[in-house]
């Protein structure tokens, strides 16, 4: 049916469609970047976590498979990052070890993660160092703590050498 003569179709959206799409649209993004946010920061904690984790289980295959002390050094980078070094102890003084240079035979493995949000805690251990059965050579269980965002996670190494959650 036509009014006034005029047979021509209505398109496109009136102003109340509009403003409602941009508020249901403003609803949804409120509720989900806060949990986004959350993702994320987990998911950066989750990564360095396993990172340590493996370098920490390399220092410790490395002994077995050497069979010779071998030590990790994580270094606390200011209030965030930090810093991996996996090295043999081959009797000379570990600081003296570079594991910059390339060339240098007695490093194993350099992470430098000095652009991560991620920080070490003040108490986690500076120096893991494993014998050659694979053990550690300190008298206690070593922790290793990340926190990132009111978000914690830790690596506990027990005196045998197992790397987990717990000392055991």
């Known amino acids: 049916m036509s009014v006034g003569g005029s047979s021509a179709k209505q398109a496109g959206l009136t102003l109340i469609e509009l403003l409602v799409t941009l508020a249901v649209i403003v609803i949804m993004a409120t509720v989900a970047v806060p949990g986004f946010q959350n993702l994320i920061a987990t998911s950066r904690l989750t990564a360095d976590h396993n990172e340590l984790l493996a370098g920490l289980n390399l220092a410790r295959s490395e002994a077995v498979k050497r069979r010779e002390a071998v030590t990790a050094e994580i270094t606390r980078l200011g209030d965030s990052g930090w810093r991996l070094e996996v090295k043999v102890d081959d009797g000379t003084a570990l600081t003296s070890i570079d594991c910059t240079d390339t060339t240098q035979t007695e490093c194993l493995l350099y992470r430098n993660a000095d652009s991560t949000p991620v920080a ?49």
Request: proline share 0%; hydrophobic share 30%; net charge positive.
């Open 120 to 168: 070490l805690s003040e108490s986690s251990a500076r120096q893991v160092t494993f014998n050659s059965l694979g053990r550690l050579t300190e008298s206690s269980c070593q922790a290793v703590e990340l926190n990132h965002q009111g978000q914690s996670e830790s690596i506990k190494i027990g005196l045998m050498g197992r790397i987990g959650k717990t000392c055991a």
